[in-house]
């Protein structure tokens, strides 16, 4: 889900980002990172999805891993 969807989500259910985060006990920051998928936290997505009723999967679809790439020495 794009970010913009779920704070609307969020807002939809009568509650804001700022209030979940203050609930929760961490940053505005820290919730904003999370929605954004920039980081995870298992706590803070299942309460967001807990929240909005959707599965934390949909909200936050698991991203596939890919390769890793080797450096070969610096650029030229």
Do not use: F, N, Y
């Amino acid at each position: 889900m794009h970010p913009e969807q779920i704070k609307a989500d969020i807002r939809m259910a009568g509650t804001t980002p700022a209030v979940i985060a203050d609930e929760l006990g961490v940053t505005r920051t820290t919730m904003s990172t999370v929605i954004h998928g920039r980081c995870t936290s298992a706590r803070i997505q299942e309460r967001i999805a807990e929240i909005i009723g959707k599965p934390v999967d949909e909200i936050w679809p698991p991203r596939q891993k890919l390769p890793k790439v080797e450096r070969k020495g610096a650029a030229a």
